[in-house]
């Protein structure tokens, strides 16, 4: 993906008609979510999950929430989808002792790194938990 400067449109303020004093400010974003698969292990888990301890298999629950300038496309999300395939690999991914917030934020700076105004995104456990990394665009 090309690197591209963030500019966006002017947020559309909203009065509140009772006060006229309240504002909100408006923003789109676009997600995708992906399932994928990988392993990874938790060399210092406690007694009571030493059955994480060794490499294990998961069906990770990938989400990527990215900030769009307007409403035409700004980041399509069919790309979207292929950079982060492209990223994880064609197959299952190997990731050592890294937990779900530790591949969350690896991917956000990636995503970043590459030019996509990144506001969250979330690894996890499919059906089960996971983490959520969060940026604010400059």
Sequence with gaps: MMSRQ??????????????GRDRHHSST?????????????????PPARDYLVSRHRHTFQVRVDVLVAHDERDSEFHNLTDTVRT??????REWGAASCEAIARELGEHLIANGVVVESTSVGVFGEGGAVARWEAA
């Design 6 to 19: 963030f500019n966006a449109a002017p947020s559309k303020a909203i009065e509140t008609p009772a006060t």
């Design 29 to 45: 974003t676009i997600w995708i979510e992906l399932v994928l698969i990988g392993f990874h292990r938790w060399p210092d888990a």
């Design 87 to 92: 990223w994880w690999g064609p197959t299952e």
